[in-house]
């Protein structure tokens, strides 16, 4: 079945730039909508952005200015750049695929990576 | 502020069942658009639910159920079980095309 692994760093300072992956596995990255979502410590779910397979994105408004997705088929993979991180920033990030349509279920999520930004 | 108002907490006992509502408005679920719901078991990965209001996919309990009105919509769990205790989150979308997620419910089974 389709799994999903997020990477990158887990810790950063203030100000450094977040990048994170995640891969794709049992199955194609094409034709389908892929979200990140963070939870930080004691929180609820936000979501932060998705990216079609052809490149297509749409970024929450809290985080238009410092976001960017993009999506490398031949890799099955998708990424995140979060720059200039602060603090608040701190979170679980998870990837997690949605369907053909951007209204389409969340159906499976990446076990999620803990980011840590602390100076 | 989400957009999507959830309970902060509901609690029932073995066998009982609750539901959790999700509040939203004109500007979400009722522009309209459909709702999900997930749940989170504490230190995991939250998994889908209900899919388009109130769709299950294969593998989730025909105990859990959901309905969705003009701007709200509800998800209900019958024969409680202590497995059940988890936060749970509606989840819609905005005008602008916006994922948007309810606050989460955490649901105690006593």
């Known amino acids: 079945q389709v799994q999903l692994q997020e990477s990158g760093p887990r810790l950063l300072r203030p100000s450094e730039t977040l990048s994170l992956s995640c891969t794709v596995s049992g199955g194609s990255i094409s034709r389908f909508y892929w979200s990140w979502i963070r939870q930080a410590p004691g929180k609820g779910l936000e979501w932060i952005g998705y990216i079609y397979s052809n490149g297509k994105s749409n970024i929450s408004p809290a985080l238009k200015s410092r976001l960017t997705l993009s999506v490398e088929t031949s890799k099955n993979e998708v990424s995140l750049r979060l720059t200039s991180v602060t603090v608040a920033d701190t979170a679980v990030y998870y990837c997690?695929?949605?369907?053909?349509?951007?209204?389409?279920?969340?159906?499976?999520w990446g076990l999620g990576t803990t980011v840590t930004v602390s100076s | 502020q989400s957009g999507l108002t959830q309970p902060p907490s509901v609690s029932g006992v073995t066998g009982q069942r609750v539901t959790i509502s999700c509040a939203g408005s004109?500007?979400?679920?009722?522009?309209?658009?459909?709702v999900h719901w997930y749940q989170q078991v504490p230190g995991t990965a939250p998994r889908l639910l209900i899919f388009?209001?109130?769709r299950r996919p294969s593998g989730v309990p025909a105990r859990f159920s959901a309905s969705r009105s003009a701007t709200s919509a509800s998800l209900a769990i019958s024969g409680l079980q202590v497995e059940d205790e988890a936060d749970y989150y509606c989840?819609?979308?905005?005008?602008?095309?916006?994922?948007?997620f309810g606050g989460g419910t955490r649901l105690t089974v006593l």
């Open positions: 004109s500007a979400n679920i009722g522009a309209p658009f459909d």
């Open positions: 388009t209001n109130n």
């Open positions: 997690a695929r949605g369907g053909a349509t951007e209204f389409d279920g969340l159906d499976v």
């Open positions: 989840q819609s979308y905005s005008r602008s095309g916006s994922v948007i």
